[in-house]
């Protein structure tokens, strides 16, 4: 499997859960990536005196997703804190907002690549499972 790519003249490792952080960085730093201040203000939840057409419209351009898939990611990866934190399925499900475990265990597949049930047979991510109400056989 590749595990990088070029990109405007620099390689980069194809990063992972663990390091996209630090992959965002580094397109930051070497100004590959830019933001919308209108992006931003809507993020943070500041009105914007425009159609919701025009913003749907910035806000797929500046970051390729509409501003509803880009809030389902949010929420997925606060669930993913939650479940770091030891909180139970059922209470990140609520806290997370949503409909039930199973709508947040399909969630976490799609936008962060795993279930927590696949997560705590995991051993690479056995923290996440640590006071969980999961119980599983090593």
């Known amino acids: 499997a590749k595990t990088s790519f070029s990109f405007a003249g620099s390689s980069f490792q194809i990063p992972d ?18 933001s919308d201040p209108f992006v931003r203000e809507v993020l943070r939840g500041h009105s914007q005196e425009m159609s919701l ?8 351009f500046a970051t390729g997703l509409t501003h509803k898939r880009l809030a389902q990611i949010e929420r997925a990866h606060q669930a993913t804190a939650l479940l770091e934190q030891g ?4 209470d990140v499900a609520y806290q997370a907002g949503y409909a039930d475990q ?11 690549g795993y279930t ?3 997560d705590c047979t ?6 996440i499972c640590r006071n969980s109400s999961i119980s599983t056989q090593a």
């Open 17 to 34: 859960y663990d390091d996209v952080e630090a992959f965002i960085d580094k397109l930051v730093r070497e100004h590959l990536l830019v």
């Open 116 to 118: 927590p049930h696949s």
């Open 102 to 112: 199973a709508h947040m265990t399909r969630a976490l597949k799609r936008f962060i």
């Open 122 to 127: 995991s051993r690479e991510r056995v923290k």
């Open 53 to 60: 057409r025009t913003v749907r419209r910035r806000f797929l």
């Open 87 to 90: 909180t139970s399925l059922l």
